[in-house]
């Protein structure tokens, strides 16, 4: 009977963890410096603007984006253990009054505070995020993607890396009358 009960405790924090992760679709992976500093360039980000990076995995690029334009930045992340981590890094870097991170899924975030909105998470969680973004980013926010575009948009930019490893960026700029 003891084994019963141990089997179905074990059932049931598997279920729960499979719950919190259930929108997990991209794993962590760190975006390159060099692609992560040509997005922020290519996302015209403003002294004063406010940056998400829905996926914010470390917080490297909350991070950068502060210390390089001057904005405020909001991250959203799933895993519990990154989300430490880059609030670690935020407070090391003594910006916690400029970053932040939110624990969550992107898929039930409120964007609407973006100037910019920075991904890199997969074309299918792209598409998922889709209506959200269009419901809520203001007119003229910026979207900027690594690798991924979000379907069923068009692009006002797609740029592709030099070097050995090739990554692509797309730039998606919300349009005025979109809300
Ligand atoms: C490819 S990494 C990108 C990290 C960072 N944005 C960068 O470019 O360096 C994707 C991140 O999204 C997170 N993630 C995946 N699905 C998510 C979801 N549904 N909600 C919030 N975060 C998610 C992963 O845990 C991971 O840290």
């Given at each position: ?13 598997t ?19 060099r ?36 904005v ?10 990154l ?22 899924d ?60 090739q ?13």
């Open positions: 009977m003891r084994g019963f009960f141990l089997v179905m405790a074990l059932a049931g924090a279920a729960s963890a499979q719950s919190q992760y259930a929108n997990k679709l991209a794993p962590f992976v760190a975006s390159p410096a692609v992560m500093d040509r997005m922020l360039e290519l996302a015209n980000l403003k002294p004063g603007e406010t940056l998400y990076d829905l996926g914010c995995g470390d917080g490297r690029i909350l991070i950068a984006a502060v210390q390089k334009y001057k405020k930045a909001v991250g959203v992340e799933i895993s519990p253990k989300v430490a981590k880059a609030r670690a890094s935020i407070q090391k870097a003594g910006i916690q009054n400029q970053a932040r991170v939110i624990q969550g992107v898929l039930e975030t409120d964007p609407s505070g973006a100037d910019v909105v920075y991904l890199y998470l997969s074309t299918k969680l792209n598409e998922q995020l889709r209506p959200r973004l269009e419901s809520q980013l203001k007119p003229g926010a910026r979207v900027v993607s690594h690798d991924y575009p979000v379907p069923g948009w068009k692009p006002a930019k797609v740029e592709e890396t030099g070097g050995s490893q990554h692509e960026i797309y730039l998606y700029e919300m349009p005025p009358n979109h809300q």
